[in-house]
């Protein structure tokens, strides 16, 4: 009896000491994170920082899962620590970059993405540093990095499209019809490549062209609604207005907001 009672007190002060680590929960909470289950990563990061306050891989995977929950206030803090342990963490600051860009904050992100650009130069911060560029309507700084990011990698389908856009608020149609191009040469069943391409070519009154690429968006995505919106105005702009108007009415019935005013305009 006596024997057994000895036991049963080392079972106890046994499972009394036993306490799980702070690999442990980083563990858990990246598991967790990997099935978007973010909020019990987050739980579990947290505990794996109150064991270790300075274990900057779980800051940072807790800034992600922030992120991805849209508490972009929480996860700028999280990478605000990360760099504080780790300042020569180049992804620290473009993911710091990515959540002041959604914090509107595009000249605190072209910051941080320039700091990552001189830590580690690669293809997708020079891209992201253009498309805050352009939201502050620097298109000529955008198209800057845009070349560069092409530069270092010919085959990179957005940093065409972003430089395309960016030469298009410039008014070089030319110039963005040859980046849409470009996208299509790397995937043909980009709608939004055709659609973009079409437009620009609308500009330049190439209207059968602009309708050819409108057409192919709708054979890839029937749904869309802008493309049908926009080839029913070639089509009118070169005097098909029967079926210019069908095409705006179905541009209307999958919820164009443009669609009926421009009804009213050209086929009444």
Same mark, same amino acid.
């Given at each position: 009896?006596?024997?057994?009672?000895?036991?049963?007190?080392?079972?106890?002060?046994?499972?009394?000491?036993?306490?799980?680590?702070?690999?442990?929960?980083?563990?858990?909470?990246?598991?967790?994170?990997?099935?978007?289950?973010?909020?019990?990563?987050?739980?579990?990061?947290?505990?794996?920082?109150?064991?270790?306050?300075?274990?900057?891989?779980?800051?940072?995977?807790?800034?992600?899962?922030?992120?991805?929950?849209?508490?972009?206030?929480?996860?700028?803090?999280?990478?605000?620590?990360?760099?504080?342990?780790?300042?020569?963490?180049?992804?620290?600051?473009?993911?710091?970059?990515?959540?002041?860009?959604?914090?509107?904050? #595009?000249? $605190?992100? %072209?910051? @941080?993405?320039? /700091? +990552? =650009? &001189? *830590? !580690?130069?690669?293809?997708?911060?020079?891209?992201?540093?253009?498309?805050?560029?352009?939201?502050?309507?620097? #298109?000529? $700084?955008? %198209?800057? @990095?845009?070349? /560069? +990011? =092409? &530069? *270092? !990698?010919?085959?990179?389908?957005?940093?065409?499209?972003?430089?395309?856009?960016?030469?298009?608020?410039?008014?070089?149609?030319?110039?963005?019809?040859?980046?849409?191009?470009?996208?299509?040469?790397?995937?043909?069943?980009?709608?939004?490549?055709?659609?973009?391409?079409?437009?620009?070519?609308?500009?330049?009154?190439?209207?059968?062209?602009?309708?050819?690429?409108?057409?192919?968006?709708?054979?890839?995505?029937?749904?869309?609604?802008?493309?049908?919106?926009?080839?029913?105005?070639?089509?009118?702009?070169?005097?098909?207005?029967?079926?210019?108007?069908?095409?705006?009415?179905?541009?209307?019935?999958?919820?164009?907001?443009?669609?009926?005013?421009?009804?009213?305009?050209?086929?009444?």
């Amino acid at each position: 009896m006596k024997t057994t009672f000895f036991l049963f007190l080392t079972v106890i002060s046994f499972l009394n000491c036993y306490s799980q680590t702070s690999e442990e929960f980083y563990n858990r909470g990246y598991s967790k994170a990997a099935t978007a289950d973010h909020q019990g990563a987050i739980a579990d990061y947290s505990k794996a920082i109150e064991i270790n306050p300075n274990y900057g891989e779980a800051y940072y995977n807790r800034g992600l899962s922030k992120g991805k929950l849209q508490d972009y206030r929480g996860a700028l803090e999280d990478f605000n620590k990360v760099i504080e342990i780790y300042p020569d963490f180049a992804m620290g600051y473009s993911d710091r970059a990515i959540i002041k860009h959604e914090l509107q904050d #595009y000249r $605190g992100a %072209i910051a @941080d993405y320039s /700091k +990552a =650009i &001189e *830590i !580690n130069p690669n293809e997708v911060a020079y891209y992201s540093r253009g498309l805050s560029k352009n939201k502050l309507r620097d #298109y000529q $700084g955008a %198209i800057v @990095d845009f070349n /560069k +990011a =092409i &530069e *270092i !990698n010919p085959y990179y389908e957005a940093a065409y499209f972003g430089r395309g856009y960016s030469k298009a608020v410039l008014q070089d149609h030319r110039g963005a019809i040859e980046d849409y191009s470009r996208v299509i040469e790397i995937n043909p069943e980009n709608p939004r490549a055709y659609c973009n391409r079409g437009v620009e070519k609308e500009f330049l009154k190439d209207y059968k062209g602009a309708i050819d690429d409108h057409t192919k968006t709708i054979a890839i995505n029937p749904k869309d609604d802008r493309a049908y919106l926009n080839r029913g105005l070639s089509k009118i702009a070169i005097g098909q207005k029967d079926n210019g108007c069908l095409d705006l009415s179905r541009a209307g019935e999958l919820g164009d907001s443009d669609a009926y005013s421009l009804i009213r305009k050209y086929c009444n």
